[in-house]
């Protein structure tokens, strides 16, 4: 299996792509003035605490303040909470943690109206996203994560990856972090470190040491309340720490700024695969040049087909997901049985891939087709256990109950990815009336006249829709061609497979919407 990784850098947002053997697998996407949160660490205050809950909410500067439970204080937090007040308190001097007090351990019957007051300071790590009208979750046991090794301060146990199944192999990478580590840290050893060499990882160890003392510095200096002490790496490096392997091809950036940090990152990481990590300068939007945005497009939605008429109907409830399985129109077959298995199988198979595409977290109930004979039950719960395998998230999945139901449990980080593949007509805006279609080239070619003659524009760009574009180009003497020669070389068309039909766009040199709706259509 071949991995890509696609990263599309726009003015309003970042889209990443994980392409498996050139399927879509994984999608993200966030506003450029949005950041990705899970890992960042602040130095936060207490607002409330609520012994009911046996929880507390620290205000981390967000719009709804975050939620920490009793549970997720974890075990050192009398530690933890020492240190950070003596950090607080002397400004001019540091404690290395290695020489910190380790106090008793927290209970597990405990309440939090015991640890934390209202005004306190506590520094917290992000582990999920705020999602729906919830904040942010939180937690007291501090990690940073690397490519072989994740480092947890005021933890002193070295624990291994249950992936890596030689005990060898096991015990020489306990011994060998045990004797490398200093007092006072933990380490977990990721499953990638299985086979790496001392230097390696006492490189990374090393580096993630270094990034616990500069949060630890902020600490110390902060001035005001929430700060933020620690922001975990951009999402498109941070994909790459958690899925890069010795499979993977390429990696495309189309923003110089991005592709210097990822080729970096990676040089950092493994040395001779610095040269997957390319600059896409190509004409066409870099998700269509790799017919990304085509499958976008098929991918999500109510209803998904997927294999001979088959589909899913997939519905997004507050408490659940539901997923329906439909045989569609299929040629029926005397043999039902072999149809329906053959059905869910291959349902199975884009569930998975839906699953991860969505990032659809929580309680997931699918309604297979009805099948009578225990074995092909089981050939599907055994499919869709073997599919999830490559899923990252942390999940659990029952076999078929005797109503034909599948659950499902699947990791909730961050908001599920619902994109609407319906297009609302960019000429009428859904009112359903719009200027005769067989007038927009000239309604174009008003626009390129303004552009040239009134604003002074000789180079741009124009985007639209693909059906629009090969119009336009067809012929010897094309309109494009025409518009060149009356309005200078400096106009390009651009197919863009992620428009709607009659929907435009004029691009500057620099890469700068010109918005001559305004201007032109008003």
């Not at 046991?141 to 072989?148: H, P, V």
């Not at 050893?189 to 001392?198: D, L, M, Q, Y």
């Not at 998904?304 to 997901?321: C, D, F, P, R, V």
């Amino acid at each position: 299996m071949t991995n890509e990784l696609v990263v599309d850098v726009k003015p309003q947002e970042v889209s990443i792509a994980l392409l498996e053997d050139k399927q879509l697998v994984e999608l993200q996407k966030e506003g450029s003035d949005t950041s990705y949160n899970v890992g960042n660490i602040y130095l936060g205050r207490v607002k409330k605490v609520m012994p009911g809950l046996n929880a507390c909410f620290v205000d981390v500067g967000y719009e709804k303040v975050a939620f920490l439970h009793y549970l997720d204080l974890g075990s050192k937090f009398s530690s933890i909470d020492k240190y950070i007040r003596q950090t607080l308190s002397d400004k001019k001097k540091l404690t290395p943690l290695s020489k910190a007090q380790n106090l008793a351990d927290l209970p597990k019957e405990g309440s939090i109206a015991d640890h934390l007051k209202v005004g306190q300071e506590v520094v917290v790590q992000i582990v999920k996203e705020p999602i729906s009208t919830k904040g942010p979750r939180v937690t007291t046991e501090l990690s940073f994560a690397g490519r072989y090794l994740v480092l947890m301060p005021f933890d002193d146990k070295v624990s291994v990856s249950q992936k890596i199944k030689s005990s060898e192999e096991r015990t020489r990478l306990k011994q060998l972090l045990m004797s490398i580590k200093p007092k006072n840290f933990g380490v977990i050893v990721r499953t990638v470190a299985e086979g790496k060499r001392v230097a390696e990882l006492d490189g990374e160890l090393k580096v993630l040491i270094k990034r616990w003392e500069d949060a630890i510095t902020k600490v110390q200096k902060a001035t005001k309340f929430p700060t933020l002490i620690y922001e975990e790496t951009s999402r498109a490096v941070g994909m790459i720490r958690d899925l890069f392997n010795p499979d993977f091809e390429h990696i495309y950036v189309n923003d110089e700024a991005e592709f210097n940090e990822i080729k970096d990152y990676v040089s950092l990481i493994a040395p001779e695969k610095a040269g997957i990590v390319k600059l896409y300068q190509g004409e066409l939007p870099i998700f269509d040049n790799f017919a990304i945005t085509k499958q976008i497009k098929s991918s999500f939605g109510r209803t998904i087909s997927y294999k001979n008429g088959a589909y899913l109907i997939i519905e997004h409830t507050e408490a659940l997901h539901v997923v329906d399985v439909n045989s569609g129109n299929r040629t029926k077959t005397n043999n039902q049985e072999t149809t329906a298995l053959e059905v869910n199988l291959g349902a199975a198979d884009e569930l998975a891939r839906q699953l991860r595409l969505r990032d659809m977290g929580g309680i997931i109930v699918v309604d297979f087709i009805d099948m009578a004979l225990p074995e092909d039950r089981q050939k599907l719960y055994e499919r869709m256990s073997a599919n999830m395998q490559k899923d990252r998230a942390r999940h659990k999945i029952l076999p078929l109950s005797k109503f034909g139901l599948m659950q499902i449990t699947r990791q909730r980080v961050r908001p599920v990815l619902d994109i609407d593949t319906a297009e609302t007509c960019p000429t009428c805006f859904g009112k359903g009336k719009i200027r005769p279609s067989i007038l927009f080239t000239d309604s174009l070619e008003s626009k390129i006249d303004y552009l040239v003659n009134k604003l002074k524009i000789s180079k741009f760009t124009l985007h639209v829709h693909p059906y629009v574009a090969a119009y336009v180009n067809k012929g010897l003497l094309s309109l494009k061609r025409q518009w060149q020669m009356k309005y200078g070389f400096g106009i390009k068309v651009i197919p863009n497979q992620s428009f709607a039909f009659l929907q435009y766009s004029f691009i500057n040199k620099d890469g700068e919407e010109i918005d001559m709706k305004e201007k032109i259509d008003a």
